[in-house]
Structures are given as C-alpha cells and as structure tokens.
C-alpha cells in the first residue's frame, strides 16, 4: 500500500510548466571549426554579377605585425561600378589576367573569393586606374543599346543646363548637333553618333565621365555612379539602371 501522505511527484516531462534548462550555444559544436567563430563577408555581392579584374596582388600586403595578408584583387562590378577588393584562390590566380571578365560565383573552384570590402577610387594602386579606362570602353561597347538609349534620352538638369554637357567635352555646339538630329531620326549606334556628330567619341566620353563621378564624390550631378563605400541597408535591393527627370541614367 502506498503512504497517503506521501506526495506523488510527476515527471520533469510531464509538467506543463517546467522549463528545460537553457544550453549556452557553444562555437564547437560547429564540426570542423573549433573554437573560432565563422567568419562572414560585410559586403554584399550576388552570385552571377559580372565584374571586370583592374589589378591582382599576389601578395597582398604587410600588416603592422609583418604577416602577409591572402593573395587580392581589385575588380569592378557592373552595372553597379562598385569597386571592391577580393580575396583570390592561389591556385587558379596564374589563370587571371587583367581586364578580364568573370561572373562572380564565390565558391572554392572560382579565381574569386570572398569580397573584403568596398574601396574608394583613391583606393585604387596604379596598375587599377591604368586598366579601368579600357575595361569601361570595353563594357560600354558591349552594352551599346543601354548607352546610345542614353544619349537619345538625356535632357536639361536645369534651365540653364543640359545633362549632355556633363560629358567631358561635351558643349554647346556637340549638345545641339546630338539634339537637332535625334529629334529627326533617333540614334541606333555609336558608329552613327560618330558620322553625325565630328569630335564626338561616345565610347570614351561615357567611360571618362564615369571615371570622374568615381574619383570625386562631391559632384552635384551623377550620371552613372552611385557611391557605394558605405554599408548597404537592404541587400536585395534592386540597382537597375532607370531614366531619372532630365534623362540621366542613375544606378539607384
């Protein structure tokens, strides 16, 4: 017989309102990592983007302690015109070379790793501000319709002042040559801009003039570049190039 005045006591796991009791989340519990935490990348960078390779540094650099820091590279990713450095994979870095093309995908069997940060255009070594004219040429000709639609498009900032003329050699007398004949017949391709109006190269125009927005962030008007050396709030959003009031095309 049992003891009546002996309290019956139920199982932890049957009482409604115990509590189990809190488990410190612990770093080794991640298999293979040990005691550090997991590092993550700060910046943003979607799978698929293109970017261009402007320099490749092997060696990377010393930091106060004297260690050399992972093999970098300085790229470009378009349409964005982010500049970013990159950390490089060592065995595939003898396949890189500069002003090359690559969809950045960030695993281990790709010439590019993970992005370390977002640089300024006084970031940049020699060898980058050398290869980053060429490599806008290259991309402005291989996206052609965007940028003749921009020319046929582009209108007053002001009343005073056309968005055209922010082009570098760009004045009065190209602005209205550009206009008078797309109010006639729209232009459909560099090589037309360039029989209609003399002294005007598009390619490199467009390619200086995103230079120029790159290198001096006090501008009042941007056509092109959006900065981006400061951390992005949402990092999904949506940077497409858009018509804004005046024409401009402005990477939001």
Do not use: C
């Given at each position: 017989m049992t003891d009546p005045e002996r309290k019956r006591t139920s199982h932890p796991s049957h009482e409604g309102n115990q509590k189990r009791p809190f488990r410190?989340?612990?770093?080794?519990?991640?298999?293979?990592?040990?005691?550090r935490p997991r590092s993550?990348?700060?910046v943003y960078i979607k799978k698929g983007v293109l970017v261009f390779v402007l320099d490749i540094l092997q060696h990377g650099g010393v930091d106060k302690a004297g260690h050399s820091w992972h093999p970098i590279s300085q790229v470009i990713e378009v349409p964005s015109y982010r500049l970013l450095e990159v950390n490089l994979n060592k065995k595939l870095i003898p396949d890189l070379i500069l002003n090359q093309k690559i969809l950045y995908q960030g695993t281990?069997?790709?010439?590019?790793?993970?992005?370390?940060k977002v640089l300024k255009y006084d970031d940049l070594t020699l060898?980058?501000?050398?290869?980053l004219q060429s490599v806008l040429e290259t991309y402005v000709k291989e996206n052609e319709k965007i940028f003749v639609e921009f020319i046929n498009s582009a209108g007053p900032i002001t009343l005073k002042r056309h968005s055209l003329e922010i082009l570098p050699g760009v004045g009065k007398k190209i602005m209205w040559e550009i206009i008078n004949f797309r109010e006639k017949h729209p232009f459909t391709s560099f090589k037309e801009i360039r029989e209609n109006v003399p002294g005007f190269k598009p390619v490199e125009v467009i390619a200086k003039r995103i230079i120029e927005e790159?290198?001096?962030?006090?501008?009042?008007?941007?056509?092109?570049?959006?900065?981006?050396?400061?951390?992005?709030?949402?990092?999904?959003?949506?940077?497409?190039s858009r018509p804004e009031s005046g024409g401009a095309y402005h990477r939001r």
């Open positions: 410190k989340f612990d770093n080794r519990d991640q298999r293979g990592t040990g005691n993550r990348s700060t281990e069997d790709s010439p590019l790793g993970r992005v370390n060898a980058s501000i050398t290869t790159l290198s001096d962030e006090d501008q009042k008007r941007f056509l092109f570049v959006k900065h981006h050396h400061k951390p992005m709030d949402n990092p999904s959003h949506d940077r497409t």
